[in-house]
C-alpha cells in the first residue's frame, strides 16, 4: 500500500521569500514517481514538479525544486521568491509501478502568500 | 505540452437525469482517470482506464459508468444522477508506469 503525508494544513509566506511544503511517503515499491501539484482556487490541478525514485539529483523547475531524501522517506516542495499567485492548495502524490497504475494523493497544504 | 480537455466547466443537472461528462487528452497517453474531489474527503478515484475498452473500477464506482471506444477520450457517466453527486469532477491522463498525470480543468457538477 502507499501513503502520502502532508503534515501542513496551512501556511503562510511573504512576498518574495523561499517557503518548504512538506510531504513523506510510504511505498513497497522498489521504483515510484512523486509528483506536485497546485490547485488553484478556481479548481484545476496543475501539474508542477517530477522526481523519479532512482534519480539522482533533485528536480527542478523554475522557482520550484523538489527536496528528496530517500532514506527519509521525504519529497519536499520548495519554492523561491513566492508570488501572490502561488497562493493555492499544494498536494502531493506519488504512483509506483505496481499498484495498477493508480496515484496516491495527498491531503493538500492550503499556501497563502502575504503581500 | 500535455492538453486534458473536460467538456463543461460547469454544469447543472437533475434529479435522475443521465449525465454525460467528457474527457479528452492529446498526448496518445495510456491511461485515463476519473476523480471526485469534496471538501474534507480530498481526491477519489472513481474509475480508470488503462486501454481501449479496458477500464477498472476505483474506490467510489457505485453510480457511475465509463466508457473508453478511442483512446483519447474517456467519459463518465452518472446512471441515474442523484444529489450526493454534487461535486467537483477531474479527469486525468497519464503515461504508463510512475509518471505524472496530467488534469483537465474540471467540471462542477451541480445534481438539483
Known amino acids: 500500500a502507499q501513503k502520502i503525508t502532508q503534515t501542513q494544513p496551512g501556511m503562510f509566506v511573504q512576498e518574495k521569500e523561499a517557503v518548504t511544503l512538506d510531504c513523506t511517503y510510504d511505498t513497497s515499491d522498489p521504483s515510484y514517481g512523486l509528483f506536485w501539484y497546485k490547485q488553484p482556487s478556481s479548481g484545476e490541478m496543475i501539474f508542477l514538479i517530477y522526481?523519479?525514485?532512482?534519480?539522482?539529483q533533485n528536480a527542478t523547475e523554475g522557482r520550484y525544486s523538489l527536496n528528496f531524501q530517500k532514506a527519509r522517506k521525504s519529497a519536499n516542495l520548495v519554492i523561491s521568491a513566492s508570488q501572490l499567485g502561488d497562493s493555492a492548495m499544494y498536494f502531493c502524490?506519488?504512483?509506483?509501478?505496481?499498484?495498477?497504475?493508480?496515484?496516491?494523493f495527498g491531503d493538500g497544504t492550503t499556501l497563502t502568500v502575504k503581500p | 505540452d500535455v492538453k486534458v480537455t473536460q467538456s463543461s466547466r460547469y454544469l447543472v443537472k437533475r434529479t435522475g437525469e443521465k449525465v454525460f461528462l467528457e474527457c479528452v487528452q492529446d498526448?496518445?497517453?495510456?491511461?485515463m482517470f476519473w476523480y471526485r474531489q469534496d471538501p474534507g474527503l480530498g481526491l477519489r478515484l472513481i474509475y480508470f482506464s488503462y486501454d481501449v475498452k479496458m477500464k477498472e473500477k476505483g474506490d467510489i464506482p457505485e453510480g457511475y459508468s465509463v466508457s473508453r471506444e478511442k483512446k483519447e477520450r474517456f467519459s463518465l457517466i452518472l446512471e441515474s444522477a442523484s444529489t450526493n453527486q454534487t461535486s467537483m469532477y477531474l479527469c486525468?491522463?497519464?503515461?504508463?508506469?510512475?509518471?505524472?498525470?496530467?488534469f483537465g480543468d474540471g467540471t462542477r457538477l451541480s445534481i438539483l
Open positions: 522526481q523519479g525514485s532512482y534519480d539522482q
Open positions: 498526448m496518445d497517453h495510456e491511461n
Open positions: 502524490a506519488m504512483r509506483g509501478d505496481t499498484n495498477a497504475g493508480k496515484s496516491t
Open positions: 486525468a491522463s497519464s503515461l504508463i508506469g510512475n509518471q505524472p498525470q496530467h
